[in-house]
C-alpha cells in the first residue's frame, strides 16, 4: 500500500470517530458532509492516479516522466497569488493577477517616481510590478514569514532592493512598521483586506499615513450581498461563520459594499468609488484555471501527491459554486485624502 492510500485508510477510520464523538447537531451534519465529500473525492482522485500511471507500458524505459522532470522549471517565474481579474479572452493565471493589480493602480493614476505603501503583498510580485510598470518606490508589508523571506530573495536577486522596501508585520500595525511623518502618495491592497483584523482599523491607520491633498487608497475587497443578508438561513449563516473563522476573515469585515462606501466616507476619505465586479470576471475565472491546472497535473502526473489534487479539485469546485450564487460580492475600491490633518482638526 502506498502513501496516498495509507493516508486515505487513515482520513477514513481516524476522522469519521472523531467527528461521532465530539460533535453533535447542526456542527456534526456539516462536518459529516463535508467528511463524505473529501472520501469521495480520495476515491476518485486514488483511482485516477493508477489509471495514469498504467497509461505507461511497463515495458517503456522512459515513458513521459523523465522529459517532465528533465524540463520543468522547478522555480516558477512568478509566485503571484490573488484572484485575478479575467476580463480578457485567453488570459493565464499570471496575467489575470498582474491585470488586477494594474487595474487597480490604473484607477489611482499613479505617475512615476511616487511612493507606494503596499499591504499584503504576498510573494512580492505586485510590488515588482508596481516598481517596475510605474517607476515607483514600494513599500511591502505582509504578516507571513515564508512569503516575506521568499519575495526578499525574489527582490535582491532581481536587484531591486533599492527601489524596493519589504517589512514583516501586520496591516493593523503601520503606526510601529513605517518610519512616522513618512507619508505614500498612494496604498494599495489587493485581496488581502477582508482577513484584516480589522479593515476598520487598516482603514483609519491608512488614512493617516497617506500624503494631505493628493493621497489615494485602492483595494480590491470583497463585500457580502445584501440578498444574502436578508434571505440566508439560519444553516447558511452558521457555515458561513464556521467557514469565515477557517480562513481567518474576521465576521465584522463582511459588511455590503454601500456599507463600505459610508465607512470610507466616516473615515475622511473622499471622492469614494465602490466598483462592483462581475462574479464570473474574478471567481468564474479563477475556477476554470484550477480546473485547467487541475487536468494538466494528471494528464502529465505533475501534482501526483493527494493534497495537490484535493487542493486544485476543491479550489475549481468552490470558486465555481461562489461564480454562480449571489452571496459574495468582488468590489474595487477607491479613496482620496484631500483636505489637510490641520484642516480636518478645525
Known sequence: MN????????????LLPVISIFTTGALKSICLYLHALGAACGIWLLTNSRQQQQQQSQDELYGISHPILSNLNMTPKTFWFNMGLWDKEGLSFPEACENLVDTVARKLNIQPNLSILDVGFGCGDSCIFLAERYKSKVTGITNESSQWRLATDRINNMNLDAQINLLHGSANDLDTL?????????????????????????????????????GTIGIYDLTIDPAFLQDASRLHRYVFQLVSGLIQIPLQNWITAETYRQQMIEVGYEQVEVELIDRQLVFGGLARSFRQQYHQAVKYGIATSPSSRI???????????????????????????RERNEAKQE
Do not use: E
Open 311 to 337: 487542493y486544485l479539485k476543491l479550489s475549481s469546485l468552490v470558486f465555481g459554486f461562489l461564480a454562480t450564487k449571489p452571496w459574495l460580492v468582488p468590489v474595487i475600491v477607491k479613496g482620496c485624502k
Open 3 to 14: 502513501k496516498a492510500s495509507l493516508f486515505f485508510v487513515a482520513y477514513i477510520c481516524i
Open 178 to 214: 513605517l518610519a512616522p511623518n513618512k507619508p505614500y502618495n498612494h496604498i494599495i491592497s489587493i485581496d488581502s483586506a477582508y482577513h484584516f483584523n480589522t479593515r476598520w482599523d487598516f482603514l483609519k491607520k491608512a488614512y493617516a499615513r497617506l500624503k494631505d491633498n493628493d
